[in-house]
């Protein structure tokens, strides 16, 4: 049998370990040694790539956001930069929800994870979007919705994966995604609005200056994780992995000495839990390298690449590229459709002239819009879970947002110095 034929057979067979249940990081570690195996690539080149797959500073950077997200629920900051969002904007229709969009963009902005951004303000604000006259469908879509922006506003987990994968300056990407950060939790919000109107959905209060004085100073602690984040990286002071060595150490010490809502006797089970993110993470990212040499020696990117030249225009090279990325979004996860794709269709955009970290954005922008689209959408299933609204029934109030979303992705791609203006300035690079 030919190894085309082969090659095939082991795909299909680990497509459907992949639909059974099986971890993703074992589906890619038993395609890599069927393939290894039918090329008659050496299994020992494996053990060693795995190690020095991991072997690189700029990944501590991974356990350490994650420790960071854990901490500042734990500590109660998550609570407290909510109640700001909603002294700033609960006089407007819809409010509420369009605080709760803030309050994601805030939390994503220090922890960097999209389903615990969507997990985290969603269980503090959708209960309190539901006693404030909000439909709970929608509340929950809103939750999912907002926790999108947590790969896109820096820091973020999946920019340290991209830049690994592609030798790109980490700190140049986070400085990239902040502008069309801000461009996504905007978009959702005027959605918010718009939807919040026409349903007379949403209770207001008064706009208080007083009020918002007094919910931004009990939320000093979150702004100065965030002012410590995103300065120490933007001025040069830090790396990301040393800035997010500091702000972990900021926030034990803001939990346990401040706010004290973090017992010592806690910290075991706060580390356990990042611990066991970071465990499902790792793998995923020591095999995926492994797969990146075994699709060069295939020549995937080559017959991809020959696919797209094929298009000519560089915008519509562009659009496919991106449409590529959408469709992978329904049905996988970030880091797979990242580590699986990247490598591939980062350089035809790069062949058509697209800069290397504004394609980035493009990706991670379309891979986050996966989060909240079927039939995948692992937001969709975190704010189920916490919420226990069916899948299918959020899905039908995320469509707005969905379509928001849509359209700051089409102004991200096709108006580059959103992604690059500040990258300029950046101290770093």
């Not at 058509?352 to 980035?360: E, K, N, R, T």
């Not at 102004?411 to 950046?426: D, H």
Request: hydrophobic content about 55%.
């Amino acid at each position: 049998m030919e190894d085309g034929t082969l090659i095939t057979l082991i795909s299909l067979g680990v497509t459907l370990l992949f639909i059974i249940g099986v971890p993703i990081f074992l589906v890619i570690g038993f395609w890599v040694v069927g393939c290894s195996l039918v090329i008659d690539f050496t299994l020992a080149n494996i053990g060693v790539t795995l190690f020095e797959g991991l072997n690189f500073f700029g990944l501590l950077a991974l356990p350490l956001f994650i420790m960071t997200g854990d901490l500042i629920n734990a500590a109660g900051i998550a609570k407290r930069m909510s109640d700001f969002a909603y002294s700033i904007l609960g006089w407007v229709r819809g409010g509420l929800g369009m605080a709760t969009i803030g309050a994601c963009g805030m939390f994503a902005a220090i922890s960097g994870s999209n389903a615990g951004t969507t997990a985290t303000i969603g269980s503090i604000m959708q209960p309190e979007m539901v006693k404030n006259n909000y439909d709970e469908r929608f509340a929950a879509a809103t939750a999912a919705a907002g926790g999108t922006v947590g790969i896109i506003i820096p820091p973020s987990i999946i920019f340290i994966v991209y830049g690994f994968l592609l030798d790109l300056s980490i700190s140049d990407l986070f400085v990239g995604g902040m502008l069309p950060g801000l461009l996504m939790v905007i978009a959702m919000q005027l959605a918010c609005y718009v939807v919040c109107k026409k349903n007379g959905w949403g209770n207001l209060i008064k706009f208080e200056p007083k009020r918002i004085l007094k919910t931004g100073l009990k939320a000093y602690l979150g702004i100065i994780a965030i002012g410590i984040v995103i300065y120490g990286i933007y001025s040069g002071a830090f790396s990301p992995t040393e800035a997010a060595g500091v702000t972990v150490g900021f926030c034990l010490i803001a939990g346990v000495l401040i706010t004290r809502q973090i017992k010592l006797r806690e910290l075991p089970n706060i580390l356990l839990r990042s611990g066991q993110i970071t465990g499902m993470l790792a793998p995923l990212i020591a095999v995926s390298v492994v797969m990146q040499q075994l699709l060069s020696l295939l020549g995937a990117g080559e017959v991809v690449r020959g696919w797209m030249s094929a298009i000519g225009d560089p915008t519509f090279v562009l659009l496919a590229c991106m449409m590529l990325v959408l469709l992978a979004g329904t049905v996988l996860e970030s880091l797979p459709n990242t580590i699986i794709l990247a490598p591939i269709l980062a350089p035809i955009a790069y062949s058509v002239g697209v800069d290397p970290i504004h394609f980035a954005v493009i990706f991670l922008v379309g891979d986050a819009i996966g989060f909240i689209t079927p039939p995948y959408g692992l937001n969709l299933y975190v704010a189920s879970g916490i919420t226990g609204i069916p899948y299918f029934t959020i899905v039908k109030y995320v469509l707005p947002y969905l379509f928001a979303l849509m359209v700051a992705w089409m102004i991200i791609a096709f108006w580059p110095p959103l992604s690059t203006y500040l990258v300029q300035f950046s101290a770093v690079g």
